[in-house]
């Protein structure tokens, strides 16, 4: 492993100390992801800022606003009694993530951060229009969620900006939200990934929110599909209309894991499985 | 911090405190394998993604080869070295293992039972989904998966009937 000098602030104070101090270094949550790429050279920090000691940053408070500390381990999603209860669609996106070993230590902020397009987390939370809270030494911003991807591996964090907490309002009663995810095997990186949510009074759709991974360079919002869903009493023909929107929609690649035909084809059929389950959800 | 530093760190491993200067870019398994002689802990990939190293911290299954070493510092780590019993004999799950050959080449091995005790410690009646689950991270090249949750299966049964 290349040598780096590794830093267990505990403070944010202190971290943006250190931050200002080492040009180059890194913030770094679980590691999952920053430890892989400095193994295989992608990446050259001199010294890792670990925010891991800093208190308070790994803790889950339900109260009117669902507040997730960005440092919260997968794990903890997985296993917290109100956000299994109020935000299901985040847990099941959770438990897709990786293996045991990987939720135990990888955590919500880093997933967000390290701007994969494939991100598990980022799904579930841009059909939730969660917020994200980023701070620096001077200013403290809340944005929208579907505003914080710029790219593969780029977010709008400014350099010493710290993404400390997610926000969630609750939802309407009658929402129902639905994650799914194609990967080889269960444990892999998504081909293509899908969630969706309903807000919903009887048959008729309310609002939907539709948003698909790893077929864009960001987690992308799929305001097209949505549209057609919006405002319609809910049928089989809407169903594939917004596959096959869908479909037409995303502007996936190929590469290692999938081409770009079957990454197009399978968005659209987890659209329909989705909205589909979603539906039956709602009428249960 | 100079670079090239080394640092102290002190932590639980298998029930007795250890303490150990390590290099602030050292990885848990580095320290484990390198330091403290405990070679029981496997690296396959590197990456999180062959389970070979798994290591147990604080009751929780963990890839030991994305770990940074000071994050140890204050935490209780089980190897598998932690699991024989006092005269050297063999845990339940190893036990399983070795009658369900679940095993060929070995190397897979540690990381697979290690995986399987914290399922194990935290529950005690697990579905064969579950195992597959708990087991998700872990690769095996050599025999497959069958014999493997079948021995984690006989564990837990045993395991349970111990209660």
Redesign the interface.
């Known amino acids: ?8 602030p505990l403070s944010l104070k202190e971290a943006w100390e250190l931050k200002k101090k080492i040009p180059g270094s890194l913030f770094i949550a679980g ?2 992801d920053v ?2 790429g400095i ?2 050279n992608e990446i050259h920090p ?1 010294a ?1 800022i ?1 925010l ?1 000691s800093i208190p308070g940053l790994n803790s889950i408070d339900t109260g009117e606003v669902t507040r997730i500390g960005a440092l919260a381990s997968i ?1 903890d999603i997985i296993q917290n009694p109100e956000l299994r209860e109020d935000f299901p669609v985040l847990v099941e996106a959770a438990k897709s993530l ?5 939720r ?2 990888a955590t919500i902020g880093g997933n967000l951060c390290n701007c994969s397009p494939c991100a598990d987390m980022a799904l579930p939370l841009l059909v939730m229009e969660a917020k994200v809270r980023l701070q620096t030494a001077k200013e403290k911003r809340e944005i929208p969620i579907d505003e914080f991807f710029k790219g593969p591996g780029e977010s709008c964090l400014a350099s010493h900006e710290i993404l400390t907490d997610i926000l969630l309002e609750p939802p309407p009663k009658n929402t129902k939200a639905v994650f799914m995810k194609k990967g080889r095997v ?2 892999d990186l998504a081909v293509a990934s899908v969630a969706v949510r309903l807000d919903m009074e009887g048959n008729k759709c309310l609002k939907a929110c539709i948003a698909a991974g790893s077929v864009a360079p960001v987690p992308l919002r799929l305001s097209k599909v949505e549209t057609v869903l919006e405002g319609a009493t809910l049928t089989q023909k809407h169903t594939v209309k917004a596959q096959r929107l869908a479909e037409d929609n995303v502007i996936p690649i190929t590469d290692i894991r999938s081409t770009e035909e079957y990454r197009r084809k399978m968005t659209g059929v987890l659209v329909k499985r989705a909205v589909e389950r979603a539906l039956e959800w709602s009428q249960a | 911090m100079e670079p090239g530093m080394k640092i102290e760190i002190s932590f639980i491993l298998n029930g007795s405190e250890v303490k150990v200067s390590v290099h602030s870019h050292h990885r848990l398994i580095d320290v484990l394998r390198e330091q403290l002689g405990q070679t029981g802990t496997k690296e396959g990939c590197g990456e999180g993604e062959c389970g070979a190293c798994t290591v147990i911290i604080d009751g929780l299954a963990v890839n030991s080869c994305l770990y940074p070493a000071l994050e140890v510092e204050g935490k209780s780590v089980t190897t598998i070295e932690g699991l024989q019993g006092p005269k050297n004999e063999l845990s339940v799950i190893q036990q399983a293992f070795v009658e369900q050959g679940a095993i060929q080449c070995g190397f897979c091995t540690p990381g697979m039972i290690m995986s399987a005790k914290a399922l194990l410690d935290s529950t005690s009646d697990p579905s064969e989904e579950d195992i597959r689950d708990a087991l998700l991270g872990n690769l095996c090249r050599c025999t497959g998966y069958v014999q493997i949750v079948e021995a984690v299966k006989k564990a837990a049964a045993q395991l349970k009937g111990k209660q």
């Open positions: 492993m290349k040598q780096f000098e590794y830093y267990k590691g999952t430890l892989v193994k295989n001199p890792l670990s891991r794990s990786g293996s045991v070993q990987i135990n230590v269960k444990m």
